[in-house]
């Protein structure tokens, strides 16, 4: 299984940035997918999570901000769209996905680098 972010740069504040996480090597597809990131010093923050089947949930830092959506095929693809960017929402961001056959297994993807200037 590999989970491969993209879409991270540098963007001004106020602005807004698409990522993307292609998760593949499960014919099954993957259950509940996230997003996380990590700020230089600090823990890594749960952003935003998104059942197989619809269902959301959201950070209450970013819910007002930032959106998350996924499809199932042909692909497994997390997305999330982020709006409003502010220079505290600079950090690497993580996808996650759980596998749909065992929840106790979950993936990571590598991370991409969003930078928010003022």
């Known amino acids: 299984v590999q989970l491969q972010a993209s879409g991270g740069g540098l963007v001004q504040v106020g602005g807004s940035l698409r990522l993307s996480c292609l998760a593949s090597g499960s014919v099954y597809g993957f259950g509940t997918m996230s997003w996380y990131r990590q700020a230089p010093g600090k823990q890594r923050e749960f952003l935003a999570s998104?059942?197989?089947?619809?269902?959301?949930?959201y950070s209450a830092n970013v819910e007002d901000r930032f959106y998350i959506y996924r499809e199932n095929r042909p692909r497994s693809m997390v997305f999330l769209q982020m709006d409003s960017l502010k220079p505290e929402d600079t950090a690497v961001y993580y996808c996650y996905a759980r596998s749909v056959l065992d929840d106790r297994v979950d993936y990571w993807g590598q991370g991409t680098q969003v930078t928010v200037s003022s």
């Open positions: 998104i059942s197989r089947g619809g269902s959301t949930d």
